[in-house]
């Protein structure tokens, strides 16, 4: 593990030395307001609290973790994103040195091999690496939810403790996070099972969420007048507006939502827009309306949701906010994400899938997929299906093996036939999908699409 540790911190630190990443003095956007967050727990008096937290869109935890971020400018005065790239640097190397090697070995029960850890970690570093620039909340949440699926693995009580405050943390980064839990739970019972059931294990597990959901509902109860340990998620500006029934709105107006650091990027949907206007609606104002309005138009909302899922995973910056312009190096590496998800895909759709897919590996994908389709209907950005690009980056790296289809196209002259014309299918129509969506950006008026 400490070679792996070494690689991933020379790689990105390198890479930050050599001016990758963001640039400048602050924090755009998001990630500025996270950065104000976490700022914002120091009062008035100057003494520090996480009653101070009074955001109700967020959870106090995706403003503490930035908080190692602060404390490296506070020691070296460096600049906001320099301290970003510090902290960053460690996340990458918790995420990729250490957890998914660790949680993938201990679901398939074998070990990974260099070669395959390296790919993953190139692999990664081409399409997500100036994420860890940015003071966010995608990156740490999902190491939270990843390390309370390895926690429960580990026999010894104290890892159930880990377990129960990573799992309650995820969600406080991350409320679409709340959707993993239940498979979450039932990866904790299967391995329950095999460690030996242990009452100590599940008390640990509910004191660990007690205890990092405890502030969450001192903070709702002191500002916001509720008795929740979740997160509020309202529209600050509408009284008990849920933000995700905005978004919902959003994903039907919106293929794709992007950033750079000038201005919106918002690729409207028109037929979306044209269902709007037959319904006369302006916005869902409940959630019956918004399934009304699908029940009315079943095949409409099916192609736009097969396209939201398509453009989540297609990964046209490595960055929060598109830092410059695309180059000439963007159909390559299009192509490149287009072969590693189509090599996951045609590693978990085959039958490789029977002797690895098992329980508890089930239950595992499924904490990482029910987020995924909830983030789906919402006004698509790729970092949204973050969990599920790395799951099959990871498949792709650690289980496609090429000696499976030299052998099963070993003298089979139509089979090699149809495997060129489904791989040109695949990958033809994967870039038709991606020109039809940028062809309806709209920077002008994008703004309203998302903000009505």
């Not at 995820?170 to 299967?190: D, G, S």
Request: glycine content about 8%; hydrophobic content about 50%.
């Amino acid at each position: 593990m400490a070679v792996r540790i070494v690689v991933v911190v020379a790689l990105y630190g390198c890479y930050f030395l050599l001016g990758g990443g963001l640039q400048g003095e602050r924090m755009p956007y998001d990630a500025g307001h996270y950065w104000e967050l976490a700022v914002g727990f120091k009062g008035k008096n100057g003494s520090f609290s996480l009653l101070n937290f009074q955001d109700p869109t967020r959870g106090y935890l995706a403003a503490l973790v930035q908080f190692p971020a602060l404390i490296v400018r506070y020691l070296t005065n460096c600049t906001m994103p320099t301290a970003a790239k510090v902290t960053g640097t460690g996340w990458a190397a918790f995420l990729f040195a250490f957890l998914i090697p660790e949680l993938w070995q201990s679901l398939a029960r074998r070990r990974i091999s260099g070669g395959r850890w390296l790919l993953l970690v190139l692999l990664t570093f081409g399409f997500w690496r100036d994420h860890f620039s940015f003071t966010a909340s995608d990156i740490p949440a999902l190491a939270l939810l990843l390390l309370a699926l390895w926690a429960v693995s580990c026999a010894p009580v104290g890892w159930w403790l880990v377990a129960g405050l990573s799992l309650a943390g995820a969600t406080n980064c991350r409320p679409m996070y709340l959707a993993a839990v239940p498979p979450a739970l039932l990866l904790a019972a299967w391995w329950s099972r095999q460690h030996g059931r242990s009452w100590q294990r599940w008390l640990a597990l509910l004191v660990g969420a007690a205890v990092a959901l405890g502030p969450q509902l001192a903070i709702n109860r002191l500002h916001f007048n509720s008795n929740s340990p979740l997160v509020e998620a309202q529209v600050s500006n509408v009284q008990h507006a849920p933000l995700y029934l905005k978004q919902l709105t959003w994903g039907t107006r919106v293929l794709r939502y992007d950033t750079d650091l000038r201005q919106r990027l918002v690729y409207a949907d028109s037929a979306g827009l044209a269902v709007l206007r037959r319904e006369g609606l302006m916005e869902y104002t409940s959630y019956g309306q918004f399934f009304g309005t699908v029940g009315r138009h079943p095949v409409d909302y099916g192609w736009r949701y097969i396209r939201h899922l398509f453009n989540g995973l297609d990964v046209l910056q490595p960055s929060l906010y598109l830092l410059r312009d695309y180059g000439p190096e963007r159909p390559w590496l299009q192509l490149l994400n287009y072969s590693a998800i189509g090599l996951g895909l045609s590693v978990l759709l085959s039958g490789p899938l029977n002797r690895w897919l098992r329980w508890p590996q089930a239950w595992a994908v499924l904490t990482l997929l029910l987020p995924c389709l909830i983030a789906v209907p919402m006004a698509m950005e790729g970092r949204f299906l973050l969990p599920l690009h790395l799951l099959l980056l990871t498949t792709a790296a650690f289980e496609f093996k090429p000696q499976h289809p030299k052998r099963w196209l070993q003298g089979q002259p139509i089979r090699a036939l149809v495997m060129l014309v489904l791989v040109a299918a695949w990958l033809g129509g994967c870039f038709w999908l991606s020109s039809t969506t940028t062809r309806n950006l709209v920077p002008d008026r994008g703004k309203s699409l998302v903000d009505d």
